[in-house]
């Protein structure tokens, strides 16, 4: 269980939540719901015991398993399968037996052999405590319904796609919880975990949520999931800094809210209207001296039907997106030829070959780990094919978003990466670009490593668009948006003029780009983009 006292959490000077109580019990499916910006995230790692609070005190009894939107794994050289492992501490065990073993088959002394002999037997009891050869099997089960076939398990944490090792990460918090060498009892605290999951996965998530016994918060946009999970919700409202509690399930509260915001409206019209006519009475009665006092009272009158209303909510701005309008080029502004990515002897993809002619469409399709990814970051020069060549056309400028915000450096602030994404644009100009972007004031001087999901969303893309590209290289760039955010990125899609080669799951994103190619991985098979092709989106 999780308690939170007189809370309060600030972003700069910004206070985002104060003198909140929270408490999280067993059974609790909370989703914690709001904007963009309004400090979802930033009050899920309070509550994980990833930050400390500005005020107020958080307890919790029992394990946390806390899942961050970018999980930043310690050492990458380990195999996936030993990362799930580890949160139960099975992977140390295991490669303890497996010296104890090797020592056991070369040790000629009596005395010695029988020690070793003893160690594996108290490390083969300890294994048997937290479950064993069947936790293992458990370990497997919960990795293959997120995706992690047994040859990526095998693999090291390095030769991942990020979407694979946000699965891993995923994968090892519920491992933690689930089995009979788990606890069952463990508070989940999970920041987007559908991202990167495909549909298949998503729904054995949800079944999974559902049937968990200790208590879960989730921040989510996925609106099936909260629909079919949560059973209370907490809003985040960003215009008030204050937190709403519900205690019913989704429908309930989307209803509960809808007549909420109803009443509000109501109210303050009602009032308005009260006010408006003392007002107008107290104007007329001011200007006679023997009825100055009156005026003033009913002037009073008015103003205080007016305080004493609570605020009507206004709705959250959104980002005014829209891509560039692109530079000059050549017919084929980039071309791709012969590419091919290997990690070890393991294959990623071969034979691509792409040549992205000026204002094209085109979507990367492919399962999880077929390498997406991988080759638009070739395609963007931030990584180098083990065959092949990215040739730029004449007068190429591409643009890059990367689903992990890989372009941008966590230890500078808003200000100094939207400086180095658009080194020539005058001060200005853009101040009054990120202001539409929704960043001004104190937050330009924020650390973008302390942003939401959303918000480092938010900069990467006002990066594109200070930046005049005529190729832009998409990677799910519709990942932490909320609904209203989503579309203004779906909508500068449409009306983008240059070329677009584009990776989602978000089949909304494809159907917008309305893209005239494909490109399957592992294959590298271009094909004639059709409606068929939309069902493979999800699955990607």
């Given at each position: 269980?999780?308690?939170?006292?007189?809370?309060?959490?600030?972003?700069?000077?910004?206070?985002?939540?104060?003198?909140?109580?929270?408490?999280?019990?067993?059974?609790?499916?909370?989703?914690?719901?709001?904007?963009?910006?309004?400090?979802?995230?930033?009050?899920?790692?309070?509550?994980?015991?990833?930050?400390?609070?500005?005020?107020?005190?958080?307890?919790?009894?029992?394990?946390?398993?806390?899942?961050?939107?970018?999980?930043?794994?310690?050492?990458?050289?380990?195999?996936?399968?030993?990362?799930?492992l580890?949160?139960?501490?099975?992977?140390?065990?295991?490669?303890?037996?497996?010296?104890?073993?090797?020592?056991?088959?070369?040790?000629?002394?009596?005395?010695?052999?029988?020690k070793?002999?003893?160690?594996?037997?108290?490390?083969?009891?300890?294994?048997?405590?937290?479950?064993?050869?069947?936790?293992?099997?458990?370990?497997?089960?919960?990795?293959?319904?997120?995706?992690?076939?047994?040859?990526?398990?095998?693999?090291?944490?390095?030769?991942?796609?990020?979407?694979?090792?946000?699965?891993?990460?995923?994968?090892?918090?519920?491992?933690?919880?689930?089995?009979?060498?788990?606890?069952?009892?463990?508070?989940?605290?999970?920041d987007?975990?559908?991202?990167h999951?495909?549909?298949d996965?998503?729904?054995?998530?949800?079944?999974?949520?559902?049937?968990?016994?200790?208590?879960?918060?989730?921040?989510?946009?996925?609106?099936?999931?909260?629909?079919?999970?949560?059973?209370?919700?907490?809003?985040?409202?960003?215009?008030?800094?204050?937190l709403?509690?519900?205690?019913?399930?989704?429908?309930?509260?989307?209803?509960?809210?809808?007549?909420d915001?109803?009443?509000?409206?109501?109210?303050?019209?009602?009032?308005?209207?009260?006010?408006?006519?003392?007002?107008t009475?107290?104007?007329?009665?001011?200007?006679k001296?023997?009825?100055?006092?009156?005026?003033?009272?009913?002037?009073?009158?008015?103003?205080?039907?007016?305080?004493?209303?609570?605020?009507?909510?206004?709705?959250?701005?959104?980002?005014?997106?829209?891509f560039?309008?692109?530079?000059s080029?050549?017919?084929?502004?980039?071309?791709?030829?012969?590419?091919?990515?290997?990690?070890?002897?393991?294959?990623?993809?071969?034979?691509?070959?792409?040549a992205?002619?000026?204002?094209?469409?085109?979507?990367?399709?492919?399962?999880?780990?077929?390498?997406?990814?991988?080759?638009?970051?070739?395609?963007?020069?931030?990584?180098?094919?083990?065959?092949?060549?990215?040739?730029?056309?004449?007068?190429?400028?591409?643009?890059?978003?990367?689903?992990?915000?890989?372009?941008?450096?966590?230890?500078?602030?808003?200000?100094?990466?939207?400086?180095?994404?658009?080194p020539?644009?005058?001060?200005?100009?853009?101040?009054?670009?990120?202001?539409?972007?929704?960043?001004?004031g104190?937050?330009l001087?924020?650390?973008?490593?302390?942003?939401?999901?959303?918000?480092?969303?938010?900069?990467?893309?006002a990066?594109?668009?200070?930046?005049?590209?005529?190729?832009?290289?998409?990677?799910?760039p519709?990942?932490?948006?909320?609904?209203?955010?989503?579309?203004?990125?779906?909508?500068?899609?449409?009306?983008?003029?240059?070329?677009?080669?584009?990776?989602?799951?978000?089949?909304?994103a494809?159907?917008?780009?309305?893209?005239e190619?494909?490109?399957?991985?592992?294959?590298?098979?271009?094909?004639?983009f059709?409606?068929?092709?939309?069902?493979?989106?999800?699955?990607?």
């Amino acid at each position: 269980m999780i308690t939170a006292s007189d809370l309060e959490l600030r972003a700069g000077s910004r206070v985002l939540l104060s003198g909140v109580t929270l408490r999280v019990q067993p059974g609790d499916r909370i989703g914690l719901v709001g904007r963009n910006g309004a400090g979802k995230t930033t009050s899920l790692r309070a509550i994980a015991g990833e930050s400390e609070p500005y005020g107020g005190t958080i307890r919790s009894t029992g394990p946390v398993g806390y899942l961050p939107q970018d999980p930043r794994e310690g050492d990458l050289s380990v195999l996936a399968r030993d990362r799930v492992l580890s949160a139960r501490g099975l992977d140390q065990i295991l490669r303890d037996m497996e010296k104890v073993q090797t020592a056991m088959a070369e040790l000629a002394d009596d005395d010695e052999r029988d020690k070793a002999v003893a160690r594996y037997g108290r490390l083969e009891t300890r294994f048997a405590d937290l479950g064993g050869y069947a936790a293992e099997s458990e370990a497997g089960r919960i990795c293959s319904n997120l995706g992690l076939p047994d040859r990526v398990l095998a693999q090291s944490l390095e030769t991942l796609s990020g979407g694979q090792r946000r699965r891993v990460e995923l994968a090892r918090i519920l491992f933690a919880a689930s089995g009979d060498g788990g606890n069952a009892g463990t508070t989940l605290l999970l920041d987007e975990p559908t991202n990167h999951l495909d549909a298949d996965s998503i729904s054995w998530l949800r079944g999974f949520l559902k049937s968990h016994e200790g208590g879960v918060v989730v921040i989510s946009h996925d609106t099936e999931l909260l629909a079919d999970v949560v059973n209370k919700v907490w809003f985040l409202d960003a215009t008030r800094g204050e937190l709403d509690t519900y205690n019913m399930n989704w429908k309930n509260y989307l209803r509960a809210r809808s007549d909420d915001e109803a009443r509000r409206k109501r109210e303050r019209a009602n009032a308005e209207k009260k006010a408006s006519a003392l007002q107008t009475q107290a104007a007329k009665m001011g200007a006679k001296a023997t009825k100055a006092v009156a005026a003033k009272q009913m002037q009073r009158r008015a103003t205080a039907l007016l305080e004493g209303l609570d605020d009507e909510r206004q709705d959250d701005r959104v980002a005014a997106i829209r891509f560039p309008t692109p530079q000059s080029c050549g017919k084929t502004p980039l071309t791709a030829a012969g590419l091919s990515k290997s990690y070890g002897s393991l294959e990623v993809f071969t034979g691509v070959d792409l040549a992205v002619d000026r204002g094209s469409r085109v979507v990367i399709l492919g399962l999880n780990g077929a390498g997406k990814t991988t080759l638009l970051r070739i395609m963007a020069g931030v990584e180098t094919p083990d065959t092949g060549d990215v040739l730029p056309g004449h007068g190429l400028r591409t643009g890059y978003f990367a689903q992990e915000h890989d372009t941008l450096d966590m230890g500078r602030t808003v200000w100094q990466n939207a400086r180095s994404a658009a080194p020539d644009t005058p001060e200005q100009q853009l101040r009054t670009l990120l202001g539409a972007f929704q960043f001004s004031g104190e937050q330009l001087e924020q650390p973008a490593g302390t942003l939401s999901g959303g918000e480092r969303t938010r900069l990467a893309l006002a990066g594109l668009v200070s930046s005049a590209a005529n190729v832009l290289l998409l990677d799910e760039p519709t990942n932490n948006l909320d609904p209203a955010s989503r579309e203004k990125v779906l909508d500068a899609l449409r009306h983008y003029e240059g070329a677009v080669v584009l990776v989602t799951h978000d089949p909304g994103a494809v159907e917008a780009l309305e893209p005239e190619r494909v490109i399957l991985l592992p294959d590298g098979t271009e094909d004639h983009f059709s409606t068929e092709h939309l069902e493979l989106v999800e699955l990607a």
